[in-house]
């Protein structure tokens, strides 16, 4: 029986549905997994502040980078007929939603995590010489030309890519520059595409579970956004518009993309060190609160602001400098909504936690197509089932967030003994926006972030666009008042 047969057999519909929707605490099994684990994509890498470099700058970073994963290089895979074999067996579609749903911890029964659990064998890298045939296939030239210098080891390894550390003469200024290279397993597309296919299959068991279910827009976003993360080109262009907006930010940074040397199967951004969500678990409860405080604003001023947000929320993707500060990576899953659709987001939180009007509310998520018209259940109830979400941002008081929370939410959006679940669906635009919900309350309850969140969303709510309610937001004062101008 194969690995997806397996997952579909044990999980069940509870799992098929958790897996397409919620991919949510991907990072606390990480934080469960020895060091020696390699699904860590570019989570130990950033960029560095600051657009110069000196020579020695550069060639100094790229020399002090920690190795923080060790790769073995006898399971190191040495031809795309390997990667194809070994990525087709481990990484489908059903197997890398299998893994989101693993981290769920207490929302599932104990035996199906420990089924899930067992998704968690990770990439092994492949070799030097398959790495710098990417290189050369992609430029024309291999790497010990293309680079000033070229570290033929990666140092992180992910499902469908792996990164080295570069040094590169920048075209712009004529100086070295430090750098992340994000190679592609060759052959990794047909695989991850021909598992896909088996994602029907998730359609089917949803529909079985909740009766109100139209799962082919849910399949179907799926699949788009997965095979999406394929595309390299188009992940660095989704990294550099969220660089240019975030551009001058006082604690929110991304790196910028060098095209010069980002391609269909590499991308290459900046190169710096920083603290991992290892590190920061050890750093006093202040700076915990201003970590989660600077992740829930990037959420938000991206959702509001750009139109937009990166749908993989889990702390492999940020990198921590103290002082609020972090760096956030990895935009191989990016959602653009329509003005639309941010629209109705917009008049969901504005009904369910401002103004508290059930009424309106249920009438907003009718007309968005997440309740069929005819659900016998009032007003409350409804609006009680679909807006546990906005609970930390109803009141005007401080909060601490908790694992317990995230895990409170996932159980009672996935449960089927509501009369009300048999007339909800998921619309297209939805799909994603719950995984960032999800995956963000994870990490502020992995935090135990302390706040009053209720001010802080007025800020970013644009029918509010409060005042500076803390001392960040004040730091972030100039910023937004250029962003505005």
């Known amino acids: 029986m194969t690995l997806a047969r397996r997952l579909l057999t044990i999980a069940g519909v509870t799992a098929a549905m958790t897996a397409l929707i919620a991919f949510v605490r991907k990072e606390q099994q ?61 990484k489908g579609a059903l197997m890398k939603l299998g893994q989101m749903a693993s981290y769920i911890d207490d929302a599932l029964p104990t035996p199906l995590r420990d089924a899930l659990s067992a998704l ?21 030239v291999p790497p010990e030309r293309l680079f000033v210098e070229w570290d033929p080891q990666p140092i992180a390894a992910a499902s469908i890519g792996q990164v080295h550390r570069a040094v590169v003469l920048d075209p712009i200024t004529g100086e070295e520059r430090a750098v992340a290279v994000k190679v592609q397993y060759p052959g990794v597309g047909e695989a991850v595409e021909a598992d896909l296919r ?17 799962a082919d827009d849910m399949v179907a976003e799926i699949k788009e956004r997965l095979i999406e993360e394929l595309d390299y080109r188009l992940e660095a262009k989704n990294q550099q518009l969220f660089a240019d907006y975030f551009r001058g930010h006082p604690f929110i940074h991304v790196p910028d993309v060098l095209p ?19 590190d920061i678990q050890s750093w006093p409860k202040s700076e915990k609160d201003l970590i989660g ?14 139109q937009a947000f990166n ?28 003005s639309s659709e941010i629209g109705t987001f917009i008049g969901m939180v504005k009904s369910a936690a401002y103004d508290h009007d059930q009424s309106e509310f249920r009438r907003i998520v009718e007309s968005a197509g997440m309740l069929r018209p005819g659900c016998p259940a009032p007003d409350d109830e409804t609006g009680e089932y679909f807006s546990q979400f906005y609970e930390s941002v109803r009141h ?59 001010r802080i969303a007025e800020e970013l709510w644009p029918f509010v666009a409060g005042p500076a309610s803390t001392p960040l937001a004040e730091r972030e004062r100039g910023w937004l008042d250029g962003l505005r101008r």
């Open 30 to 90: 990480h934080l469960r997994t020895s060091r020696s684990q390699r699904n860590v994509d570019v989570a130990r890498l950033g960029a560095t502040v600051g657009k110069h470099y000196a020579t020695n700058a550069a060639r100094k970073l790229f020399a002090s980078a920690e190795r923080r994963i060790e790769l073995d290089q006898e399971r190191e895979l040495r031809t795309a007929e390997a990667v194809a074999e070994r990525l087709g067996n481990m």
């Open 120 to 140: 968690q064998s990770n990439a092994p890298p492949m070799s030097a010489a398959l790495a710098a045939g990417v290189i050369e296939r992609e430029f024309g």
């Open 198 to 214: 088996n994602a029907n299959l998730l359609g089917m068991l949803l529909q079985q579970g909740f009766g109100g279910l139209d």
């Open 260 to 278: 010069a040397f980002s391609g269909a199967t590499v991308i290459t951004s900046e190169l710096v060190n920083g603290s991992t969500w290892q």
């Open 293 to 306: 405080e600077t992740l829930f604003r990037f959420v938000f001023r991206s959702l509001y602001g750009m």
């Open 311 to 338: 749908g993989d929320p889990h702390p492999g993707n940020y990198l921590f400098h103290g002082d609020g500060r972090v760096t956030f990576l990895d935009y191989g899953l990016v959602k653009h909504f329509t």
């Open 396 to 454: 005007d008081q401080e909060v601490t967030w908790s694992s317990e929370y995230a895990s409170a939410i996932m159980r009672h959006t996935f449960d089927r003994t509501s009369p009300i679940a048999q007339y909800a669906t998921v619309p297209k635009a939805f799909v994603f926006i719950q995984r960032i919900n999800l995956g963000l309350y994870a990490l502020l309850g992995e935090l135990q972030a302390t706040g009053n969140y209720r």
